[in-house]
């Protein structure tokens, strides 16, 4: 048996009543590369921060080489032989590539000659693939030579244990396979690896062994092969691993709809008349023409067309990284375009602020719920109708509690401190407290139990009925499915399936977009 390098026993962390950590454990042993996979919001970046000690635990214990390191901050722990990597690099960004990898030498060798310092990170440059560009400035590189020389700035600090944090973030497939081959040359020179990642090839490609962290619990833990291929396991991913819930797996005959239930007059009442009885009708809303987008040197969206119409109800689908958030970012003008054309009613509004989109009745629900804390739960909801007349402010301000009366009961309370699920509840009503034409729900069921997403998706359902176009960006396919018109599957920055509900459910490729690569 490989001795044990590290073991991390029963960890948790709690942020004001959120457990990101449930009480979770994990090995690793000299010689071995474990994966940490999980969809979002899993507790992947929580657990790397604990190993990696910019995050204090709140119970539990870390051991390393046999020692408690449990108390020990990040300094301490990287002096010890524990390196990491961050999804966005972190270079010194007017220092040179060089430059850098010397400042976490001498972090490490204070006292040593400059010449024998600088040869030691030449060999890491070289190694890493960076040696034609020691001298330039940090700046100056692309994303791939980045992730490249956060590698190298970790392998400087002579790591016994290195965490590496989505490695594969924002790559394409071609660079993805540089990054494997890097990885993978480390294997003999590090004692142990943690792999952190959303991109499953990197995990398939590089790991051993995988430990599968749903909701901040362990989920399944096992050989690589053997993860990937369970069932279980997909369903996490794809969203049918809901027990009571009653979804469907993906590729089984659906159990028959039960008939939709007509809106109420309180949430017809929040549907903007233009929304209202348009189903299907030939003027869109809302039109993608080849859109491209990223974020500084990354390129996620490569050439998006997408059409809704009034009353529409699309679903983006995806695994993590795929491109969906960027893609409602592009949507809500959170980001620009780098090419490409958006239409609202057919007029080009690309590069329009989002106050503007907002103006020409787009709400959106964004992943996080961004809430203000500050704010009370009815202060919070006012805010998207400060402009409507007090009396019909008023009115949509007792339609939306008719439509989740936990609000209202709650109505004096900080935004921040209801649940989770309520507080998602609070960010659907204050988009809908601008009786918008088309609302885009990014991620709303990210984190909370499938009780609460029931709860969710049947306000949705109501919606739906009243005529609301909505788009809804989602992990979760089976919900998505349940209640879309039409459906996108999203694969690299790009609409890999595109179809009806049914056809899509009935699908099998959908699962290897998921858990495997797409036939």
């Keep these: 048996?490989?001795?044990?390098?590290?073991?991390?026993?029963?960890?948790?962390?709690?942020?004001?009543?959120?457990?990101?950590?449930d009480a979770v454990s994990l090995h690793v042993d000299r010689g071995e590369v474990l994966g940490i996979i999980g969809p979002?919001?899993?507790?992947?970046?929580?657990?790397?921060?604990?190993?990696?000690?910019?995050?204090?635990?709140d119970a539990g214990v870390i051991r390393f080489e046999g020692a408690d390191i449990s108390a020990l901050g990040a300094p301490e722990r990287a002096r010890r032989g524990i390196g990491r990597t961050y999804q966005i690099p972190r270079p010194f960004l007017d220092m040179t590539v060089r430059e850098n990898l010397l400042a976490a030498r001498f972090s490490l060798h204070p006292f040593a000659s400059g010449a024998r310092a600088r040869?030691?990170?030449?060999?890491?440059?070289?190694?890493?693939?960076?040696?034609?560009?020691?001298?330039?400035?940090?700046?100056?590189?692309?994303?791939?030579?980045?992730?490249?020389?956060?590698?190298?700035?970790?392998?400087?600090?002579?790591?016994?244990?290195?965490?590496?944090?989505?490695?594969?973030?924002?790559?394409?497939?071609?660079?993805?396979?540089?990054?494997?081959?890097?990885?993978?040359?480390?294997?003999?020179?590090?004692?142990?690896?943690?792999?952190?990642?959303?991109?499953?090839?990197?995990?398939?490609?590089?790991?051993?062994?995988?430990?599968?962290?749903?909701?901040?619990?362990?989920?399944?833990?096992?050989?690589?092969?053997?993860?990937?291929?369970?069932?279980?396991?997909?369903?996490?991913?794809?969203?049918?691993?809901?027990?009571?819930?009653g979804a469907t797996a993906v590729g089984a005959t659906p159990p028959t709809a039960a008939p939709a239930r007509s809106p109420s007059r309180a949430v017809s009442g929040l549907v903007a008349p233009a929304s209202s009885g348009h189903r299907g009708s030939s003027k869109p809303v809302l039109e993608l023409r080849g859109i491209h987008a990223g974020y500084g040197q990354a390129r996620v969206l490569e050439g998006i067309d997408l059409t809704m119409h009034p009353g529409q109800v699309v679903a983006i689908l995806g695994s993590n990284g795929a491109g969906k958030t960027t893609l409602a970012n592009v949507i809500n003008a959170t980001i620009r375009p780098t090419s490409g054309r958006l239409l609202v009613d057919g007029v080009d509004v690309t590069g329009a602020p989002a106050h503007q989109m907002a103006r020409l009745g787009l709400a959106q629900c964004m992943e996080g719920r961004r809430i203000f804390a500050p704010l009370t739960v009815e202060e919070n909801l006012l805010l998207t109708a400060r402009d409507v007349p007090s009396r019909q402010r008023l009115d949509r301000l007792e339609r939306v509690y008719a439509l989740f009366p936990d609000l209202k009961q709650r109505r004096a309370n900080a935004g921040t401190s209801i649940s989770g699920g309520q507080q998602q509840m609070l960010a659907i009503g204050r988009a809908l407290m601008a009786m918008p034409r088309?609302?885009?729900?990014?991620?709303?069921?990210?984190?909370?139990?499938?009780?609460?997403?029931?709860?969710?998706?049947?306000?949705?359902?109501?919606?739906?009925?009243?005529?609301?176009?909505?788009?809804?960006?989602?992990?979760?396919?089976?919900?998505?499915?349940?209640?879309?018109?039409e459906v996108h599957v999203m694969e690299h920055g790009r609409f890999a399936l595109s179809g009806s509900a049914a056809a899509i459910r009935d699908d099998p490729r959908v699962r290897h977009l998921y858990v495997g690569t797409a036939a």
Excluded: W
């Excluded at 073991?7 to 948790?12: N, S, T």
């Excluded at 929580?46 to 910019?54: D, E, I, N, P």
């Design 1 to 21: 048996m490989n001795e044990r390098l590290l073991q991390a026993e029963g960890l948790v962390k709690r942020y004001d009543g959120v457990v990101a950590s």
């Design 40 to 57: 979002n919001g899993a507790g992947k970046s929580t657990l790397v921060g604990l190993l990696g000690g910019a995050i204090r635990v």
């Design 119 to 245: 040869a030691a990170c030449d060999a890491i440059l070289d190694r890493c693939g960076l040696a034609d560009a020691a001298g330039l400035r940090c700046r100056e590189l692309p994303l791939l030579r980045r992730k490249r020389l956060e590698v190298a700035r970790a392998l400087a600090l002579e790591p016994k244990l290195l965490l590496l944090d989505e490695v594969g973030a924002g790559l394409i497939d071609s660079e993805v396979t540089e990054l494997i081959d890097l990885v993978r040359s480390l294997h003999d020179q590090i004692p142990g690896i943690v792999i952190v990642e959303h991109v499953l090839r990197v995990v398939r490609e590089c790991c051993q062994r995988l430990l599968v962290i749903n909701f901040g619990r362990t989920f399944a833990e096992g050989p690589t092969h053997e993860v990937l291929s369970s069932d279980d396991v997909a369903a996490i991913y794809l969203g049918t691993a809901h027990g009571a819930s």
């Design 438 to 485: 088309l609302v885009l729900f990014d991620e709303i069921s990210l984190g909370l139990a499938p009780i609460m997403m029931d709860r969710l998706y049947a306000a949705l359902a109501e919606l739906r009925s009243a005529g609301l176009t909505m788009l809804i960006v989602e992990q979760d396919i089976l919900r998505a499915l349940e209640l879309a018109d």
